[in-house]
């Protein structure tokens, strides 16, 4: 055999060597990584698997031609809560919601979600437009418990919204920047007590206040954060 012959054949071989290690590498083994499933709840053509809430003193809903949804201003409380399929997961799970205020100075997202066996609301906007914080927590509102703080919310802008219920963490990002990081363990979470437990178990509500919500998507599983 030829050397020019021989010196093709290693190079061939060095070849599909390099290609067995670049493959190798590039696997990932079956369970290394936490497995995420997606489920978005909100198409942007109709309000499938979701129910009108009967509120006293309840607004319009309806979506836009941009396929938001709008919440329109009531008397007081306005909103949704899903009723359809799959049951959402109750523990370990991402919640990501894009939301803004049109008219109003109250709450423009009320985030009713499950915890375990109880739920809880994620308040953005409450008590004169700028209160943030998670309904109830030891039985205290989020005006008064630590998740409570201020948040400058301007009209008809969008933000970008995830909430993040783990075992013993309740987390909340607006615009990628974390303003909610609250230790739950050994805490009691619950409803705040009235016409909003009619939100359960996953529900989006306003306050005398339009609010326009889209792309409401809940991952879960995943790391915990």
């Not at 990932?28 to 198409?43: A, E, R």
């Not at 008590?127 to 989020?142: K, P, Q, R, V």
């Not at 792309?215 to 954060?225: H, L």
Request: aromatic content about 10%; charged content about 25%.
């Amino acid at each position: 055999m030829l050397k020019s012959e021989l010196f093709i054949i290693q190079k061939i071989l060095i070849a599909i060597g390099m290609l067995f290690i670049s493959s190798c590498q590039s696997t990932i083994l079956p369970n290394s990584q936490p497995m995420v499933k997606k489920i978005v709840l909100f198409n942007g053509t109709d309000l499938k698997n979701w129910e009108r809430i009967d509120f006293a003193g309840k607004g319009e809903v309806l979506i836009d031609e941009n396929g938001s949804l709008v919440l329109e201003m009531g008397a007081e409380l306005n909103g949704i809560r899903w009723i359809g399929e799959p049951e959402l997961p109750k523990i370990n799970y991402e919640v990501s919601l894009q939301a803004k205020r049109t008219m109003g100075s109250d709450f423009f997202c009320g985030l009713t979600f499950p915890f375990k066996d109880s739920h809880a609301t994620l308040i953005l906007g409450g008590w004169g437009g700028s209160l943030i914080g998670i309904s109830s927590i030891d039985d205290f509102d989020a005006s008064e418990n630590e998740t409570g703080d201020a948040y400058v919310f301007e009209d008809n802008q969008w933000y970008d919204v995830r909430l993040w219920v783990g075992q013993q963490k309740l987390q909340v990002w607006i615009d990628d920047k974390i303003v909610i990081d609250c230790d739950v363990e050994g805490q009691k979470i619950a409803m705040r007590f009235g016409e909003i437990e009619m939100s359960v178990p996953f529900g989006i509500t306003t306050y005398t206040t339009t609010g326009v919500i889209r792309n409401i998507v809940v991952k879960e599983g995943g790391a915990v954060k």
